[in-house]
């Protein structure tokens, strides 16, 4: 691992272990705790696409005439991490994007995704994200949480959005939860099995293979430039604190 990254990774340790332990995994005892948890943490599931696209917009040509854009090997880097996201397999064998994924998963379980999807038709409606948050009724630190994300999306330099896409957004599901999730699905295999397998597969693609993609991304983007690797190290801190507050929100 480069010697700047590994770096990062113990600066970020701290936060990242508070988020590993944060009561909002003793809140997930049965179905009805898994339905709350899912209706607030589609969320991330929702705006990491966002901040993925971001990253593509930048770091690859999407626009008329094509032209070459960066280096090829983070255009490679990038081109597969959307390719997995936004088409990967379903448990059917069906391609479906992670957050089609997700949504799926909720209406098996009989969650309450009116928050979500109340979001996204204000936004198909052709209203800014800026607003649509402001005028919608999820909680407050739901708010401030997606509204950092669209900040980083829009306006910070790739390096950063690099380092929050990667490190802000680290394999977050400890033990503990696995070993619920599975004492549910046991009692209601019926309700939990698409929501096993979208954790299961989170954990194979996102955690592993993307997860490594992702560092390379960010060490080219931030190369031996010291300062560089502080703001990443700061920005990925910061994302870590604002899903603290989405956390935080679920257990209100």
Known sequence: MHSQALNLKNKIQATR?????????TQIKDLAGLQNFAQYH?????????LLKSLQ???????????PVGSANTRYLINEIVLGEESDVDEQGNRISHFELYMSAMRQMGANASLIETLVE???SGITIEEAIRVSSIPDQVKQFL????????????HVKA???????????????????????????????IFKYYIERHI?????????????????????????????TQASIQSLEMRVKLWDAIIQ
Not at 17 to 25: R, W
Not at 205 to 232: P, Q, T
């Open 17 to 25: 272990a508070n988020l590993l332990t944060h009561p909002v995994y």
């Open 42 to 50: 589609v969320f991330a599931v929702w705006d990491f696409m966002s």
């Open 122 to 124: 204000s936004l198909m």
């Open 57 to 67: 917009i930048n770091l690859t040509s999407v626009s008329l005439p094509w032209l």
């Open 163 to 193: 380092a929050v896409f990667t490190f802000g957004r680290e394999d977050l599901i400890p033990d503990m939860f696995t070993q619920i999730l599975n004492e549910v699905y046991t009692e209601h295999p019926d309700k939990v099995s």
């Open 204 to 232: 194979e693609v996102d955690g592993g293979h993307h997860s490594h993609l992702a560092l390379e991304m960010v060490a080219e983007l931030c190369g031996n430039d010291s300062i560089k690797w502080e703001e990443a």
């Open 147 to 158: 509204q950092f994300t669209f900040d980083i999306a829009q306006h910070a330099p790739l």
